[in-house]
Structure formats: structure tokens, C-alpha cells
DNA sequence: GCAATTTTTGACCGATTGGACAAACGTTAG
DNA sequence: CTAACGTTTGTCCAATCGGTCAAAAATTGC
């Protein structure tokens, strides 16, 4: 039964799929969707192209099922946001939990950057629905925030992209980022390094002026 | 004569390859290297396929060709960067001359984003080379910006990974921010906004305490 | 106007690609 | 043991890929 591709029925199932998944991982993240071939990725998971295709009815399955799961783990950081307790803290974490995603997910992270530059041609419907819903909803605590003279009055839209941006350039821009550094600096040193900076930029910057 | 691919000669010769450069950004920008065709490219340009393996000797000789380009105007705004004019205005400016290249010249930082996700095959000896030289040496000259206490003191390094990061952002992720921003809001207006933010946050978040 | 040179094209090639398929193999319930 | 079901593989295919080549067409120098 090519059942499989469809619902995962079986204890082999279950465990083959999820190693073609983090076998797509990496070649995707690296090659991106037309880039990546399918005999890598079966290569990648120690299985022949057929096997592959038995699990999964095409290389699309694959990356759209990348896509899903990713954004459920990519968006959890800006969905824990909340206005109960104080803002620049919150914000602060916000910062700092993205950062751990860049240096802990930098594969997840690729993945997304590939997509998007292609011009998002498969989550374009989730961007404008569900993320800009979010977003939308986050701005307007944001802006809570800002009414009650707890940070400084900003665009918040701007705000969230400037924290995706540079959060997010340490996974995409890796090669740069470790290119202008050098070998020194190198491992743990450079995400402290990373998280200190971020967290001044965006304290100091955001702060009232009295 | 094969010759065109080294030393243009005629005046067909600059106009065409011109053309077929104009031609390959757009399809490079958009697809990646890999997912780029020479067809697509050859197509966008108006010509056939072997018209335009005549100029160019290969793919990878016109992406290559591209590349090189780039990187002259990429980094013309680092390299104005100096330390005989006031700190703030100097960065306030090159923050803001970022941010339009990235509105004007969006397709050549995908180009470039589009390199150094796959693992920037083609420009790592660049990147380790002129371009760290080239960091060194204004991270030096920030680093004097703040021990005579004219901004903040923090790392340099990641505060020009920070500029870089956020305004490149509005030319690589541009879909997903016109996904989340919506129809309003469109055009110059977003521009504006975005520098607005950007000159605030990197302003106020290195003004030195008092 | 004509010959030399440059430019353009149609036809073609081998390699790689995503995917189909049936047959073989393994596993398991009765 | 065996029939039914799940898994794996070798083989094959049509489409597309980057690139070649020789010959036709256009241009240029004289």
C-alpha cells in the first residue's frame, strides 16, 4: 500500500519517515529545494531512491512536510510573548530565545531563509494568514507597552523584524559571520558574545528618554 | 573566435553580455544557482541558448562574472566609512546607504544571500580575505568611537553584523514583509518607516550612558 | 562588392533528474 | 507452514540539464 505517504501506520513507518525528514534537513538546508536531489537525500538516510519514494510520494512531500513542522517550533518563541509581565524583559527573552533557535536549529533556519528568498512559494497563504495574524496581535501589545511609556515609541512591525533579522543571521550568514571572525572567538564564545551585544542594542535602544 | 568569454572586443560583444548579466541576476536571484537554468537565463535575454554560451563560457562563468560585480558595489558603503566626521552621523549614514541599496538593488542581495546559504562555494576566500581586512580595519575605527566616549561601548564586530543583518532583511525577506505589513503601507512609505526605526534603534542603543 | 570575421542557430549529446513499476524479500498472524 | 501484508530494490523512463558543433546568417574591413 503506498498508504504510507499518507498516514504513518506502522512502527517502521514511524521511524523511517522521521529519518528521511532529518536526512532532508540537512540537504535541503543546504542545497535548497531544486538544489537538493532526491538520491542525496535517500543517500543521506541510508536507503535506496525507491525506498525513499515509498515513504514519501515526492521530493515536494518531503520539503512541505519540513515546512509545516518547522513553523510550529519557528513561531513558538513570538507566540510566548504576553503583556503580563514587564515589557523590557519580556522583549529580552524574546531576543534571547531566538538567538538559541539560530545556534540550535541554524538547519530549520536555512531551510525558511531558502523558502522565503524563492519568493515563499509554498507558505506565501500562511505569511499573509497566520503569521501576519500573529504578528499583527503581538504588535498591538507592543504598542501597549509603548502607550504606557515602558519602552520608547517605535514602529513595532520594525521591531520584530530587526529582532528576526539579526537573530537569524547568525544561522543564515554562518559562513560570514565565522569568515570575518575568524578561528578565534569561535564555539560558545561568539553566541555570549552575540546574545550581550543584541541585548544592548535592543535595552538601550528602546529606552525611554527622560 | 571563443574569445568573447575573456576579452570583449566589439561592440556587440559588451552590449550582449551585458544583456545576458542584466538577465542572469533576475534569474539568479530568484532561483539560486542550481535552480537557475541556462535556458531561463538565455530566454529572459532574448537569445538562444549556444548565442549565449558564446558569450559566457559556462553557467558558472556567468554567476561567477556576477558575483565579482557585486562585491565592488556591495561594500563601496563599508569602505566610505571613516573617522574624520562625527561617529553618529557617520553611522546613521551608512546605515541608511544599506538600506537603499537594499531597496535599489534587491536581486544583487539575494545574489549574494542566495551564496552564502549554500555555503558561499564560490566567495569563502573573499570573505576570509579582503572582506575580513576590510571589518578589521573600520572595527578598529569604532572601537576608537568608543574609547574617546562618543558611543556606547560593545562589540563591533556584531554591530555591523547587526546593520547588515537588519537592513538586507527588507531585500531578502522581502516577501515576507510585505506578507506581514499587508497591501497598505506599500512602496516609499515602507522605506521610510524602516529607516526611521533602524536610525532610532542604532542611534539610542549606542548612546553612551550618562 | 567581396572576402574575412563575427554572430546566431538548429540539431544533437551524454549525464542527471524525479518518479514508476513489478518483482523480490521480510515479517507476522493464524 | 503459509498466506497476507509490509518493505526493499533493480530496472526502466521521459524530461530536463549543461554544453558542443558545424553550418547558416549577419556584419565588418577593404
Known amino acids: 500500500m503506498d498508504q504510507a505517504a499518507r ?3 506502522t512502527r517502521i513507518q514511524i521511524e523511517k519517515r522521521e529519518l528521511i525528514l532529518e536526512a532532508a534537513l540537512e540537504i535541503f538546508a543546504q542545497h535548497g529545494f531544486r538544489g537538493a536531489t532526491i538520491d542525496q537525500i535517500a543517500d543521506a538516510a541510508g536507503m535506496s531512491k525507491p525506498n525513499l519514494l515509498y515513504y514519501f510520494k515526492s521530493k515536494d512531500d518531503i520539503h512541505r512536510t519540513l515546512i509545516q513542522r518547522l513553523l510550529d517550533t519557528w513561531l513558538a518563541p513570538l507566540r510566548e510573548i504576553d503583556d503580563i509581565g514587564d515589557p ?8 534571547r530565545r531566538k538567538l538559541e533557535m539560530a545556534r540550535d536549529y541554524p538547519r530549520e533556519s536555512r531551510l525558511f531563509a531558502n523558502e522565503i528568498l524563492q519568493g515563499a512559494p509554498r507558505v506565501l497563504p500562511m505569511l499573509e494568514g497566520e503569521l501576519k495574524t500573529l504578528v499583527d496581535e503581538k504588535v498591538e ?10 519602552i520608547a515609541r517605535t514602529d513595532p512591525y520594525h ?5 528576526w533579522a539579526t537573530t ?9 559571520v565565522r569568515a570575518v571572525l575568524g578561528p578565534a572567538r569561535d564555539g560558545e564564545g561568539r553566541f555570549e558574545d552575540a546574545a550581550r551585544f ?3 542594542l535592543f ?8
Request: hydrophobic share 45%.
Open 198 to 200: 543584541l541585548e544592548q
Open 141 to 150: 501589545i507592543i504598542r501597549g507597552w509603548m502607550r504606557a511609556g515602558k
Open 7 to 9: 498516514k504513518p501506520r
Open 88 to 95: 523590557v524583559t519580556e522583549l529580552r527573552s524574546y531576543i
Open 168 to 176: 537569524q543571521h547568525y544561522a543564515d550568514f554562518d559562513v560570514q
Open 159 to 163: 521591531l520584530i523584524f530587526a529582532i
Open 203 to 210: 535595552v538601550e535602544g528602546l529606552r525611554v528618554k527622560g
